[in-house]
């Protein structure tokens, strides 16, 4: 149980998140996945409430198929309670449903977001479409991912909503999962651009390591350019001369 808990806290203080994070603790099957579940639907008075989004990741990995009625039910259960179940746990295990076969939850919200990214101001739209990039990630389908921040990063563009280093930097991975590295090279070269402004709050901004060692553009850093690309984002401080 220990080193369970010890893996979770060491994928959060990586500041990464990517598909197979949490892999290796299929060596400790099925203990990890029952722990995991009995923290999630049974959470003992030790465990905190507010920590049961972290174990929804490392279940995505080790329960990559539907579980048995009774661990499906009480995800649902907990998916629907929006009196009493934060926003962004239901959302989580929405997409772990997704994982499953169980997609009626999540629709409703692609259908809202959908409208929202068509509707109102620039702004609100390019919102919604953020919105709508990261759960078509979360849901793995790349391509959609791709084609969104496309129409997001579009949009900003022509009617200058500015955008952040991680937007380009999220388009850069949905590239590169789809094995278009080209595409990933541009959206990187620009999130470099980002991340070497001087207009841009350092709050904003993206740390080395993970251009450095997030699995998810590990074919972009295979490429020939994306040495450029880092000292782009990354520009080494410059030295007086002389005395």
């Given amino acids: 149980m220990h080193v369970v808990l010890a893996f979770l806290e060491r994928a959060k203080q ?9 892999a290796e603790l299929a060596a400790l099957q099925p203990f990890a996945a029952r ?8 959470t003992p008075d030790w465990y905190p409430h507010t920590e049961r989004g972290r174990l929804v990741p490392a279940l995505r990995d080790l329960q990559p198929s539907r ?6 039910e ?31 939850h999540l629709i409703v919200r692609v259908d809202e977001l959908k409208r929202e990214s068509v509707e109102g101001d ?22 959609k ?10 949009l900003a563009a022509s009617s ?23 595409a990933g090279i541009a959206a990187l070269g620009e999130c470099a ?12 901004k993206l740390p080395r390591s993970l251009f450095e060692r997030d699995p998810e553009i590990a074919r972009l850093r295979a490429d020939t350019r994306f040495s450029g690309v880092l000292d782009l984002a990354f520009p080494k401080p410059r030295t007086a001369k002389g005395r």
């Fill in 14 to 22: 990586s500041g990464m998140v990517y598909r197979g994070q949490y």
């Fill in 35 to 42: 722990l995991l579940y009995q923290l999630l639907l049974e």
């Fill in 67 to 72: 579980p048995d009625d009774r661990r499906l």
């Fill in 74 to 104: 009480a995800v649902v259960d907990i998916v629907e309670d929006v009196e009493r179940e934060p926003a962004e746990l239901r959302y989580s295990l929405s997409c772990l449903l997704w994982q499953w076969g169980r997609r009626e």
């Fill in 122 to 143: 620039a702004s609100d739209r390019v919102l919604a479409m953020r919105a709508l990039a990261k759960l078509w990630y979360d849901v793995e389908d790349y391509a």
């Fill in 145 to 154: 991912a791709s084609q969104t921040h496309a129409s997001l990063t579009k």
């Fill in 160 to 182: 200058s909503v500015p955008l952040s280093p991680t937007d380009w930097y999220w388009a850069a991975c949905c590239h590169a999962m789809r094995g278009d590295v080209d």
């Fill in 193 to 204: 651009k980002l991340q070497a402004s001087e207009s841009i709050d350092e709050s904003h």
